[in-house]
Each structure stands twice: as structure tokens, then as C-alpha cells.
T-cell receptor, first 110, second 111 residues
Framework: DSGVTQTPKHLITATGQRVTLRCSPR?????VYWYQQSLDQGLQFLIQ???????AKGNILERFSAQQFPDLHSELNLSSLELGDSALYFC?????????FGPGTRLTVL | GQNIDQPTEMTATEGAIVQINCTYQ??????LFWYQQHAGEAPTFLSY????GLEEKGRFSSFLSRSKGYSYLLLKELQMKDSASYLC????????????FGTGTRLQVFP
């Protein structure tokens, strides 16, 4: 158990819908990262927040957005969902160089 | 551009030694990480190299050559539970912790 929690564990929805994924970092970690892992693909970095502010951005689609709240939990919002958005979405947190990953949310878009 | 290459699949026998290679070409370099990921589970941290040389941690060792853009992960005394994907990742720019991952090497250990 890494200490990072993510909810929900599974999410099944339809194309065109909007969903919110939630992440709670390890106690004391200020950075939160979001990654997408599609079938047979590597982990793709989406976005990083540090102490409430956006710090780095990857190839995140405009339909996706994220935020980090004052209590340091983070949410990833995915809208106008497409079939290709089906993937595992991981959240990670860190204080130093090592990133600790949560169990992931498996999103299935039908 | 950013490019990280690893073999897609490898197989080995229980008790043996296996070396998983990773080559990278990134715009910057600020450390290389190895993660283990069992199917459908979260990646777990194995090692971190920022200077050239070998880092040993129990049955696992990781090597880095920055001039060659090359790293390897060495797994000794293989166990069945080592069957997993091994992900190489580079932190490419200072002052950001963004990691660029390779597609991973799926290792199967046979009895």
C-alpha cells in the first residue's frame, strides 16, 4: 500500500459524458501527478500539481482538466468522453524524487 | 524529441539472472527510474540513478551511463513473483518532476 488513494476503482460510462477522478496523496506529499495508461501503452504523463498550483503539463487533452485543492487532494475531470479515453488513470504523489502511485481508476467508455 | 526504448518482452528461468536494457534520448536529463508493475496494478518504485554507475538494492541492481544514454536493470535469483512489467522512466528537466516512461518490458519467469 503506497498511501495514495484513488476513487473510484472502476468507472463505466458512455461517450459524450463527463467524469471526475479523485486522488488523495500520501500525508505530507505536496506534489500530485496524473498519468494515463492505455492498453499495451506506456504511462503517459498528463499533469502535475505542486501545493495547489500547476507545475508541469504533458500531452493532456483540452477536454481534460485537473486541480489540486487546499487539502492537497486532486481531481481529474474528463469531459466529452470518447472510446479512446478508456484507460487506467493513475495518480502519484511525491515529496522528493520518488513517486508513489495509487491503485488507479479503470475507466471504460462504451 | 523524447524517446525511451526497452525490449517489449523477455523470458527467463527461476533462479537465473536477467538484464533489462533501456536507452533514452531526451532533451534533458535529471535522473532515471525503474518501476515494477504487475498487470492491472500500480507501478512500484525499484531504483533511481542520477550519477553514472551501479546502484545495488538486494536482488535488484541498476546501472546508468549518461554519456551513452543507457541504463539497465539487473535482477538476480529470479523468482516467479518477479514476472511483471519493468518500466524505465527519465526525469528530463530540472525543477520539474515530470517522468517520461518507456512502454515497459514484460518479463515472464518460468519454473
Amino acid at each position: 500500500d503506497s498511501g495514495v488513494t484513488q476513487t473510484p476503482k472502476h468507472l463505466i460510462t458512455a461517450t459524450g459524458q463527463r467524469v471526475t477522478l479523485r486522488c488523495s496523496p500520501r500525508s505530507g506529499d505536496l506534489s500530485v501527478y496524473w498519468y494515463q495508461q492505455s492498453l499495451d501503452q506506456g504511462l503517459q504523463f498528463l499533469i502535475q500539481y505542486y501545493n495547489g498550483e500547476e507545475r508541469a503539463k504533458g500531452n493532456i487533452l483540452e477536454r481534460f482538466s485537473a486541480q489540486q485543492f487546499p487539502d492537497l487532494h486532486s481531481e481529474l475531470n474528463l469531459s466529452s468522453l470518447e472510446l479512446g479515453d478508456s484507460a487506467l488513470y493513475f495518480c502519484a504523489s511525491s515529496l522528493g524524487h520518488e513517486q508513489f502511485f495509487g491503485p488507479g481508476t479503470r475507466l471504460t467508455v462504451l | 524529441g523524447q524517446n525511451i526504448d526497452q525490449p517489449t518482452e523477455m523470458t527467463a528461468t527461476e533462479g537465473a539472472i536477467v538484464q533489462i536494457n533501456c536507452t533514452y534520448q531526451t532533451s534533458g536529463f535529471n535522473g532515471l527510474f525503474w518501476y515494477q508493475q504487475h498487470a492491472g496494478e500500480a507501478p512500484t518504485f525499484l531504483s533511481y540513478n542520477v550519477l553514472d554507475g551501479l546502484e545495488e538494492k538486494g536482488r535488484f541492481s541498476s546501472f546508468l551511463s549518461r554519456s551513452k544514454g543507457y541504463s539497465y536493470l539487473l535482477l538476480k535469483e529470479l523468482q516467479m513473483k518477479d514476472s511483471a512489467s519493468y518500466l524505465c522512466a527519465v526525469r528530463d528537466v530540472e525543477n520539474t518532476d515530470k517522468l517520461i516512461f518507456g512502454t515497459g518490458t514484460r518479463l515472464q519467469v518460468f519454473p
